[in-house]
């Protein structure tokens, strides 16, 4: 599946040859944290890598409402614990435009692996007339002990990791299974995506671009799954990046209207130094 973005004036209608993938952020500026704290956490609908456009986390194409998060919970040491009620409403500003997001801290302060869970609500894509649901994982680790990272929580669409998210130098590779409701996924489309953007919290908004892609190709990468749902994607630059497979859920409509229902996963790599 792939999803282009147009941008239509009253008279002319211009369509890019450009993938614009859309990605759920669940942005913290730091995985691997030496000791507990209280963490920031940013939740925006976006392109990560050129910030062309921002779009309203659960924009309705019936409604001029929009519908709120679906579940934001953590799993740490098995034990699951519901987040919704920390989540704030903000607009995000991007390079182009301004869209409906949320904020929220949670407290990282039990060692171990804290899984990051979003589910939002499905986004109307009027480009394809089609439904986006981005089931997000984001893991954050306290003091090195491994936890959770690996644990399969039978998500409808899942990447689970099979190499800690939060570990990973530049330049080595992050290895991870597709599942839906967890049974692997057969050669998933695989969608990669590097934040290219200066994340500024303070004032909800992206800053400046970190690299130039060369060629629109290298804007949004692409990737299959093996037949057993596993893929390995190597990380050639320190920061984060986000792997969408695309379809892989099992709902497959939401108000009449076809829905992608996506796995999303965010890692983190280092510079080695």
């Known amino acids: 599946m792939k999803r282009f973005s147009v941008l239509c004036t009253l008279i002319i209608c211009l369509s890019s040859s450009t993938v614009w993938a859309h990605f759920q952020m669940l942005y913290t500026p730091e995985s691997a944290l030496p000791t507990g704290k209280i963490i920031e956490l940013r939740h925006v609908f976006t392109h990560p890598f050129a910030d062309e456009h921002t779009m309203d986390m659960g924009l309705q194409h019936d409604s001029d409402k929009l519908m709120p998060v679906e579940e934001f919970y953590v799993v740490n040491k098995g034990n699951k614990k519901d987040l919704a009620t920390t989540l704030q409403e903000i607009e995000w500003q991007g390079q182009h435009n301004r869209g409906k997001g949320f904020k929220s801290t949670y407290k990282a302060q039990r060692m ?45 669409a899942e990447i689970v990791p099979l190499v800690k998210p939060y570990s990973i130098w530049a330049g080595s590779t992050f290895t991870g299974i597709v599942k839906s409701n967890g049974r692997p996924v057969p050669y998933a489309e695989i969608e990669v995506e590097y934040l290219n953007r200066a994340v500024d919290l303070e004032h909800n908004a992206t800053g400046s671009s970190f690299v130039e892609a060369p060629q629109d190709s290298f804007v949004t990468l692409g990737m299959k799954a093996d037949v057993n749902g596993i893929f390995t994607f190597g990380i050639p630059r320190a920061g984060w990046w986000g792997f969408a497979a695309l379809g892989v859920g099992s709902d497959t409509s939401y108000k009449g209207k076809e829905l992608s229902q996506d796995a999303v996963i965010w890692v983190q790599a280092k510079e080695m130094r």
Request: proline share 7%; aromatic share 8%; charged share 20%.
């Open 112 to 156: 171990g692996d804290h899984v990051l869970v979003l589910q939002p609500a499905p986004y109307f894509e009027a480009s394809e007339d089609m439904y986006i649901q981005q089931i997000t994982k984001t893991i954050v680790n306290v003091a090195g002990a491994p936890t959770d990272w690996d644990t399969e929580l039978g998500l409808k």
